[in-house]
Protein backbone atom coordinates (compact mmCIF):
# COMPACT_ATOMS: atom_id res chain seq x y z
CA UNK A 1 0.00 0.00 0.00
CA UNK A 2 1.27 3.33 -1.08
CA UNK A 3 1.60 6.27 1.72
CA UNK A 4 -0.76 8.87 1.16
CA UNK A 5 1.26 12.46 0.41
CA UNK A 6 0.54 15.10 2.97
CA UNK A 7 1.49 18.84 2.46
CA UNK A 8 1.20 20.66 5.37
CA UNK A 9 1.37 24.44 6.59
CA UNK A 10 2.78 25.68 9.61
CA UNK A 11 1.62 29.03 9.65
CA UNK A 12 3.66 29.73 13.16
CA UNK A 13 2.84 33.02 15.26
CA UNK A 14 1.59 35.05 11.86
CA UNK A 15 -1.63 35.75 10.80
CA UNK A 16 -4.56 38.42 12.82
CA UNK A 17 -8.05 36.54 12.83
CA UNK A 18 -9.22 38.71 9.32
CA UNK A 19 -5.91 37.37 7.89
CA UNK A 20 -6.23 33.73 9.17
CA UNK A 21 -9.70 33.81 7.51
CA UNK A 22 -8.94 35.03 3.83
CA UNK A 23 -5.89 32.36 4.13
CA UNK A 24 -7.74 29.50 5.30
CA UNK A 25 -10.36 30.69 2.30
CA UNK A 26 -7.77 30.25 -0.09
CA UNK A 27 -5.97 27.47 0.70
CA UNK A 28 -10.37 25.64 1.10
CA UNK A 29 -10.14 26.92 -2.96
CA UNK A 30 -6.74 25.83 -3.65
CA UNK A 31 -7.19 22.55 -2.72
CA UNK A 32 -10.82 21.76 -3.69
CA UNK A 33 -9.48 20.14 -6.80
CA UNK A 34 -6.48 18.29 -5.19
CA UNK A 35 -6.90 14.07 -5.41
CA UNK A 36 -5.03 11.13 -3.68
CA UNK A 37 -2.65 13.69 -1.65
CA UNK A 38 -4.22 15.43 2.02
CA UNK A 39 -3.91 19.02 3.09
CA UNK A 40 -3.33 20.34 6.21
CA UNK A 41 -2.59 23.96 7.78
CA UNK A 42 -1.70 24.97 11.50
CA UNK A 43 -2.78 28.47 12.38
CA UNK A 44 -2.10 30.20 15.57
CA UNK A 45 -4.37 28.30 18.48
CA UNK A 46 -6.01 32.32 18.55
CA UNK A 47 -6.95 31.35 14.92
CA UNK A 48 -8.11 27.78 15.04
CA UNK A 49 -11.97 28.49 15.97
CA UNK A 50 -12.04 31.16 13.08
CA UNK A 51 -10.09 28.84 10.31
CA UNK A 52 -12.36 25.99 11.77
CA UNK A 53 -15.02 27.27 10.66
CA UNK A 54 -13.58 28.90 7.01
CA UNK A 55 -12.81 24.87 6.86
CA UNK A 56 -16.50 23.58 7.04
CA UNK A 57 -17.22 21.89 3.90
CA UNK A 58 -13.62 21.46 2.76
CA UNK A 59 -11.47 18.91 2.89
CA UNK A 60 -8.50 20.60 4.13
CA UNK A 61 -7.50 19.43 7.57
CA UNK A 62 -6.89 21.60 10.85
CA UNK A 63 -3.70 21.32 12.97
CA UNK A 64 -2.63 23.37 16.00
CA UNK A 65 1.17 23.97 16.85
CA UNK A 66 1.49 22.52 19.44
CA UNK A 67 -0.09 20.29 22.41
CA UNK A 68 -0.69 19.35 26.38
CA UNK A 69 -0.60 16.26 26.98
CA UNK A 70 -3.17 16.21 29.72
CA UNK A 71 -7.54 17.02 28.92
CA UNK A 72 -7.47 19.74 31.38
CA UNK A 73 -6.01 21.25 34.79
CA UNK A 74 -3.40 24.15 36.47
CA UNK A 75 -1.79 24.42 32.97
CA UNK A 76 -1.38 28.25 32.63
CA UNK A 77 -0.64 29.09 28.86
CA UNK A 78 -1.25 25.51 27.48
CA UNK A 79 -3.86 23.72 25.10
CA UNK A 80 -5.31 20.35 26.03
CA UNK A 81 -5.99 17.60 23.18
CA UNK A 82 -9.53 17.67 24.11
CA UNK A 83 -10.22 21.46 23.62
CA UNK A 84 -8.68 21.10 20.19
CA UNK A 85 -10.82 17.89 19.32
CA UNK A 86 -13.74 20.33 20.46
CA UNK A 87 -12.89 22.69 17.38
CA UNK A 88 -12.52 19.85 14.88
CA UNK A 89 -8.91 19.98 15.17
CA UNK A 90 -7.83 16.85 15.09
CA UNK A 91 -3.61 17.09 14.68
CA UNK A 92 -0.61 18.76 16.63
CA UNK A 93 2.22 19.85 15.63
CA UNK A 94 4.93 18.38 18.28
CA UNK A 95 8.67 18.85 19.00
CA UNK A 96 9.15 21.48 16.46
CA UNK A 97 12.29 22.80 16.19
CA UNK A 98 11.50 26.33 17.31
CA UNK A 99 9.77 24.96 20.46
CA UNK A 100 12.93 23.25 20.88
CA UNK A 101 15.86 25.56 20.77
CA UNK A 102 13.47 28.81 21.28
CA UNK A 103 11.58 27.45 24.03
CA UNK A 104 13.52 25.06 25.48
CA UNK A 105 11.58 22.17 25.41
CA UNK A 106 13.10 18.60 25.97
CA UNK A 107 13.11 15.47 24.43
CA UNK A 108 11.23 13.88 28.02
CA UNK A 109 8.33 17.03 27.05
CA UNK A 110 7.76 16.58 23.93
CA UNK A 111 7.28 12.39 24.62
CA UNK A 112 4.93 13.79 27.15
CA UNK A 113 3.28 15.39 24.67
CA UNK A 114 3.06 12.69 21.82
CA UNK A 115 1.92 10.55 24.51
CA UNK A 116 -0.86 13.11 25.60
CA UNK A 117 -1.95 13.87 22.25
CA UNK A 118 -2.65 10.15 20.90
CA UNK A 119 -3.92 8.99 24.21
CA UNK A 120 -6.60 11.79 23.72
CA UNK A 121 -6.93 11.29 20.25
CA UNK A 122 -5.31 14.25 18.52
CA UNK A 123 -2.45 12.88 15.70
CA UNK A 124 0.82 14.36 16.56
CA UNK A 125 3.25 15.76 13.45
CA UNK A 126 6.69 14.85 15.52
CA UNK A 127 9.40 17.30 14.20
CA UNK A 128 13.38 16.06 14.41
CA UNK A 129 15.98 17.40 13.00
CA UNK A 130 19.56 18.05 13.50
CA UNK A 131 21.29 22.33 13.76
CA UNK A 132 24.11 22.90 10.98
CA UNK A 133 26.75 22.12 14.13
CA UNK A 134 25.24 18.86 14.28
CA UNK A 135 25.42 18.19 10.32
CA UNK A 136 28.99 19.37 10.20
CA UNK A 137 30.65 17.55 13.29
CA UNK A 138 28.56 14.12 11.81
CA UNK A 139 26.39 13.43 13.96
CA UNK A 140 23.12 13.80 11.85
CA UNK A 141 22.26 10.03 12.88
CA UNK A 142 22.81 9.91 16.28
CA UNK A 143 20.47 13.12 16.75
CA UNK A 144 17.81 11.89 14.87
CA UNK A 145 18.04 8.21 16.88
CA UNK A 146 18.10 9.81 20.00
CA UNK A 147 15.44 12.67 19.19
CA UNK A 148 12.64 9.53 18.26
CA UNK A 149 14.06 6.96 20.92
CA UNK A 150 13.53 9.77 23.35
CA UNK A 151 10.20 11.64 22.28
CA UNK A 152 8.92 8.06 20.79
CA UNK A 153 9.59 6.31 24.18
CA UNK A 154 6.91 4.09 25.61
CA UNK A 155 4.49 4.82 23.18
CA UNK A 156 2.29 2.30 21.43
CA UNK A 157 1.47 2.90 17.78
CA UNK A 158 -0.56 0.25 16.01
CA UNK A 159 -2.34 2.34 13.34
CA UNK A 160 -0.06 4.71 11.29
CA UNK A 161 -2.92 6.84 10.75
CA UNK A 162 -1.65 8.23 14.35
CA UNK A 163 1.27 9.33 13.61
CA UNK A 164 2.93 11.90 11.34
CA UNK A 165 7.04 12.32 11.71
CA UNK A 166 8.61 15.66 10.32
CA UNK A 167 12.35 15.65 9.00
CA UNK A 168 13.32 19.32 9.50
CA UNK A 169 16.92 20.06 9.40
CA UNK A 170 17.93 23.26 11.36
CA UNK A 171 19.67 24.56 9.34
CA UNK A 172 17.37 24.51 6.29
CA UNK A 173 14.30 25.96 8.39
CA UNK A 174 13.46 29.62 7.18
CA UNK A 175 16.69 29.87 5.85
CA UNK A 176 16.26 29.68 2.23
CA UNK A 177 18.39 26.46 2.31
CA UNK A 178 16.94 23.55 1.21
CA UNK A 179 17.96 19.73 2.10
CA UNK A 180 19.24 18.22 -1.38
CA UNK A 181 17.35 15.29 -2.58
CA UNK A 182 19.93 13.35 -1.63
CA UNK A 183 20.06 14.43 2.07
CA UNK A 184 16.48 14.37 2.71
CA UNK A 185 16.08 10.66 1.39
CA UNK A 186 19.06 9.22 3.28
CA UNK A 187 17.56 11.10 6.41
CA UNK A 188 13.74 9.67 5.89
CA UNK A 189 15.19 6.17 5.14
CA UNK A 190 17.10 6.25 8.38
CA UNK A 191 14.03 7.77 10.01
CA UNK A 192 11.63 4.99 8.80
CA UNK A 193 14.19 2.33 9.91
CA UNK A 194 14.48 3.96 13.39
CA UNK A 195 10.54 3.43 13.38
CA UNK A 196 10.79 0.19 12.13
CA UNK A 197 13.03 -1.00 15.41
CA UNK A 198 10.26 0.61 17.42
CA UNK A 199 6.71 -0.27 16.06
CA UNK A 200 5.87 -3.12 14.08
CA UNK A 201 7.73 -3.12 10.55
CA UNK A 202 4.27 -2.98 8.52
CA UNK A 203 3.28 -0.02 10.72
CA UNK A 204 6.16 1.91 10.33
CA UNK A 205 6.12 1.27 6.68
CA UNK A 206 2.99 2.99 6.39
CA UNK A 207 4.07 5.99 8.84
CA UNK A 208 4.23 9.28 6.91
CA UNK A 209 7.77 11.25 6.81
CA UNK A 210 7.13 14.96 5.80
CA UNK A 211 10.05 16.68 4.95
CA UNK A 212 10.35 20.57 6.10
CA UNK A 213 12.74 23.44 5.74
CA UNK A 214 12.44 25.64 2.94
CA UNK A 215 10.13 23.79 0.97
CA UNK A 216 8.62 26.31 -1.88
CA UNK A 217 7.07 26.14 -5.12
CA UNK A 218 10.37 25.93 -7.26
CA UNK A 219 11.84 22.49 -5.03
CA UNK A 220 8.61 20.91 -4.24
CA UNK A 221 8.60 18.48 -7.06
CA UNK A 222 12.38 17.01 -6.92
CA UNK A 223 11.77 16.50 -3.32
CA UNK A 224 8.60 14.75 -3.14
CA UNK A 225 10.07 12.53 -5.92
CA UNK A 226 12.40 10.81 -3.61
CA UNK A 227 10.92 7.41 -2.24
CA UNK A 228 10.76 8.21 1.65
CA UNK A 229 9.49 11.85 1.57
CA UNK A 230 5.68 11.40 1.89
CA UNK A 231 5.01 15.10 1.92
CA UNK A 232 6.19 18.33 3.12
CA UNK A 233 5.98 20.61 6.44
CA UNK A 234 5.85 24.07 4.73
CA UNK A 235 6.01 27.47 7.16
CA UNK A 236 6.90 30.59 4.81
CA UNK A 237 5.70 29.57 1.63
CA UNK A 238 2.34 28.58 3.10
CA UNK A 239 1.60 31.92 3.91
CA UNK A 240 1.62 33.16 0.54
CA UNK A 241 -1.95 31.80 -1.32
CA UNK A 242 -0.09 31.20 -5.11
CA UNK A 243 3.11 29.24 -3.53
CA UNK A 244 0.81 27.23 -0.96
CA UNK A 245 -1.34 26.73 -4.02
CA UNK A 246 1.55 25.71 -6.66
CA UNK A 247 3.07 23.18 -3.48
CA UNK A 248 -0.03 21.28 -2.83
CA UNK A 249 -0.03 20.70 -6.52
CA UNK A 250 2.79 19.10 -6.74
CA UNK A 251 3.80 17.03 -9.45
CA UNK A 252 4.55 13.56 -9.30
CA UNK A 253 3.80 11.37 -6.31
CA UNK A 254 -0.04 10.19 -5.48
CA UNK A 255 -1.66 7.83 -3.69
P1 LIG B 1 10.11 27.09 6.41
O1 LIG B 1 9.61 26.48 7.81
O2 LIG B 1 9.34 26.42 5.31
O3 LIG B 1 9.80 28.57 6.50
O4 LIG B 1 11.58 26.83 6.31
C1 LIG B 1 9.32 25.12 7.94
C2 LIG B 1 8.93 24.80 9.36
O5 LIG B 1 9.50 25.38 10.28
O6 LIG B 1 8.03 23.97 9.62
Redesign the pocket.
Known amino acids: MQRRPLIAG?W?MHTTLTEARALAEAVARSAADVEGRDVMIAPPFTALAEVSLALRGSTVQLAAQNVCWVEQGAFTGEISPVMLSSLGCGAAIVG???RRHIFGESDALINKRIKGAMALGVMPLFCVGETLEERDGGNTFLVLESQLRLGLADIVCNDPARLIVAY?PVW????GKTATTGQAQEAHAFIRDILASLFEKSVAGQIRILY????NSDNVDILMAEPDVDGA?????SLKPESFHRIIHFQGKTA
Open positions: NKHSEEAIGTGGSVLVGGA
